[in-house]
């Protein structure tokens, strides 16, 4: 790489940090402060650094508009879709892939199992908010006001005996799926299906997709199933490190080494 245009990537965490002056990014960069602000003119010539009326730098908003106009292009159904094959190549079960649209919550992208009984879903089509594992996980990021507003607006139908009741034992899920950054639906939409769902992080440090992993009892019992979760939480972090541009992910849930189904 040329040394100018590492020293001037070098230059923008620094900024990130905020506003700074020519000698603390000389010093940082260990460079002399003629060349430290000749690469300062640069960016601010180029609208990635802007020079304050107190004679210090901060990023420019030139920075700002090419990061949003890179995440609004972004699609993650692309990015994740080599991970889902893989996962399912890996286990044979059914993938998904789902976003959290206004008060719905749909399957984007999908992979289906290698043995006969399929799971009947579609891209495209909502799924059940109270019960689906993917709708918990996303539903679960939602800030504390807006998870209680939704639990109180939408409906509880009882699929199965082991449905979501009502609001409260709503929130009490999302809670715990705050906490432990996976989330179950254990034949809560369907007796013999049993499904297993991990939040994938965006840029920002939000849940920006779930993705899961599906199966009837017939082929993987719960504890089958949940033998699979730190297999399903290495791939959303992949997805998620990835979709952020190669990065870390920020706040990746860690899979208990015991996991228990959620009641």
């Known amino acids: 790489m040329s040394q100018s245009v590492e020293r001037a990537l070098r230059i923008l965490p620094v900024l990130a940090a905020g506003p700074a002056g020519l000698g603390e990014v000389a010093e940082e960069l260990a460079v002399h402060k003629s060349t430290a602000l000749r690469l300062l003119r640069t960016l601010h010539e180029h609208g990635y650094a802007y020079r304050q ?11 700002f508009a090419l990061a949003a106009e890179a995440v609004e292009n972004l699609d993650v159904r692309e990015v994740a879709h080599p991970h889902l094959v893989e996962l399912n190549r890996a286990t044979g079960h059914t993938v998904h892939l789902a976003l959290h649209q206004d008060d719905e919550v749909v ?8 043995y006969p009984v399929r799971m009947y879903s579609r891209i495209g089509r909502p799924v059940p908010l109270t019960v689906a594992a993917v709708a918990k996980v996303l539903l679960a990021d939602l800030p504390e006001a807006e998870r209680r507003a939704l639990a109180e607006r939408i409906d509880y139908p009882r699929h199965t005996a082991r449905s979501t009741p009502d609001a409260a034992a709503f ?3 999302l809670a715990l799926v705050r906490e432990q950054g996976w989330a179950t639906d254990l034949g809560g939409h369907e ?4 499904c297993l769902a991990a939040p994938v992080y965006g840029p920002h440090g939000r849940v920006a997709a779930a993705m899961s992993l599906s199966a009837p009892t017939v082929v993987a019992d719960a504890d089958g199933l949940l033998d699979l979760l730190p297999l399903l939480v290495r791939t959303a972090d992949a997805i998620g490190r990835d979709y952020a541009g190669g990065g870390p992910a920020p706040t990746t849930p860690t899979a208990p ?3 228990t189904p959620m009641p």
């Open 257 to 259: 080494t015991a996991p």
């Open 191 to 194: 007796e013999s299906l049993n």
């Open 107 to 114: 399957y984007v992208d999908k992979v289906d199992s290698r």
């Open 53 to 63: 009326g107190d004679g210090r730098y901060r990023l420019g908003a030139r920075l």
């Open 171 to 173: 929130l009490r899920e």
